[in-house]
């Protein structure tokens, strides 16, 4: 695999990924590197540019929404991290913050009341990172990232870095321009697509100005929501379909699945939570094929009830 995987403490050969999935699923990875910061990002890089690294390169923050493969991954799983949580979230006046991708949303959130900043109340609920909120346009609670989002920040393979407005990003329900299929050819990031293998390393976010006490009891409330309603104390991926467009009003994929009576199904160690339909947990020596074979027997069952297809949230690597 080359020098450098030798000469970094960081960086460790020969993991597996289900100790970086919160579902505790994956097998083994060539190489792991965790990355906070623009200079260790551009070491990324430029080793493999030098082929001291195995390719591809894989970025992930705290693996909350992706579904790794039982048989692993060829190639690096460089994941985001923000090891100085005070530097790597630097706050401005009137409710703004630069935020590094590494960045834990509940930290975030939490730094965001103290200060008496509103509007990331809902962040609290969600246990992922900047990173990967930005990817997919995260939301809880009725709130989605790019109420927050003002601009990106990406670093393109070449280490170059660009700064998209957050017009520019295509968001809509759970998904992102880093959502839509490149072309084969040549791309710019003006053009409405992203440089082949491009990486978010930071968002310029903006709330209000409200009352400490206010916000505080507002992260209060969604934490206590989450609490009462989701599997937070069993592993899993977070919500596993997008609520659905069609259907009865106001039925969500976790009502549909739960009046299709399919709370407690299981599949070799993964089952659908008794707490949250839409959530799958594992029970224990769970695996992907347990993870997709439940997935496609809850839609089946779903079309068939209702008639309406669910589409999957969760992301499913090298499936």
């Known amino acids: 695999m080359g020098a450098g995987l030798s000469c970094s403490p960081r960086i460790r050969p020969c993991e597996r ?71 790597a979230c630097r706050w401005r006046e009137g409710g703004e913050v630069y935020v590094e991708a590494g960045y834990p949303l509940p930290a975030l959130a939490r730094e965001a009341a103290r200060r008496g900043i509103g509007g990331f109340e809902f962040l609290s609920g969600i246990p992922g990172t900047v990173g990967g909120a930005t990817v997919m346009n995260a939301g809880a609670g009725g709130r989605e990232w790019a109420s ?13 870095l660009e700064t998209l407005p957050a017009e520019s990003m295509a968001y809509g329900y759970r998904t992102s321009l880093f959502g839509r299929k490149r072309p084969s050819g040549p791309e710019e990031t003006g053009s409405g697509h992203l440089p082949e293998g491009s990486v978010v390393v930071g968002a310029l976010l903006s709330g209000f100005l409200a009352r400490p006490e206010e916000c505080q009891a507002g992260l209060a409330r969604h934490l ?13 991926l977070g919500s596993v379909f997008r609520n659905p467009s069609k259907g009865p009003p106001g039925y969500t994929a976790g009502r549909l699945i739960e009046e299709a009576g399919l709370k407690g199904e299981f599949r070799g160690g993964v089952m659908v939570s008794r707490r949250h339909a839409n959530f799958f947990v594992n029970a224990g020596g769970g695996c992907e094929r347990d993870f997709r074979e439940l997935l496609d027997y809850v839609s089946s069952r779903v079309r068939e009830h209702w008639g309406i297809v669910l589409e999957p949230e969760v992301k499913v690597w090298n499936a």
Do not use: W
Not at 33 to 39: C, D, N, T
């Open 148 to 160: 927050l989002c003002r601009s990106v920040t990406i670093m393109t393979p070449a280490g170059s």
């Open 224 to 236: 206590e929501y989450r609490k009462k309603t989701q599997p937070i104390d069993e592993p899993s």
């Open 17 to 87: 990924l289900s100790r970086f999935s919160s579902i505790r699923i994956g097998g083994p990875v060539s190489a792991v590197i965790s990355v906070s910061g623009l200079p260790e990002m551009e070491e990324v890089f430029s080793l493999r540019s030098r082929e001291e690294i195995p390719g591809p390169l894989h970025f992930v923050g705290r693996g909350s929404n992706i579904l790794f493969p039982d048989r692993g991954l060829e190639g690096t799983l460089v994941r985001l991290e923000a090891a100085d949580l005070s530097s």
